[in-house]
């Protein structure tokens, strides 16, 4: 059902696996030093070669979407941004933190919601966006939802991911949702067309846990031709400050 809607608005979803093996470049934030969380709290976006992460995009509306248990994540009034897109970085407490994360093994992105960096509340309910200095056709990336509660203290049900593209110009190409397990949830998107026209991606959560992202999945190498259709069996070729947040109710 969710590829289907995805489809219909120029994403669709492929396997994980299958881009780790077509596309050419990975980032997993290993340039950090390696520090216990809550870890490196970005004032500013991280930049790495081909991308650069921070909050979310200039000219999109952040506000707060509250959960009946009192939780509270970032999420977006207004989607769309300013073209061409640039990143937007939260305020002082909030936005990005980079941490060794103990499920992945390794340094991973700690989107921080509106709880801010000091409280474990606030670590991994905020947004995450990604610029990509070319368009993609293709990206992945994996999610850790929550580390497993032998005590059964934490909240049982999982959240939802929500993957939004955008265009150079800051249009919406598609938006697509997914349900999230306990661990790691690995993601992967393609235009349904496989043409370039990727830019950037805004990850938002629901998850009572918060979520870390690491391991983002894209091409560097000069782009020729198109990247492979969900059924075709040949591989690919290897290819400024934030706005005050408005509450959105609950989910």
Known sequence: MLAASARAEGIVSRAYGDLLRELDSLEGFEAWPLRDEPGHLLRAPHHAPGLAVASHFEGQAPGILSRRDGGRHDSLVAAQADGPLRLATGPDGQG?????HRGFGSNAAFPIGPDGFGRLSGRGEGSLAILFDQDQAATGMLIHSDYPDPLG???????MVEAIFLARDGRVLGRVITPLTEGITALGFQTASGQPRIA?????????GGIAVDDILFARAALMGRAATPGDQAPAPVLAGRRPRASVGAC
């Open 96 to 100: 990005l933190a980079v941490a060794r």
């Open 153 to 159: 203290t934490r909240p049982a049900p999982r959240g």
């Open 200 to 208: 950037g991606v805004v990850i938002l959560n629901t998850d009572p």
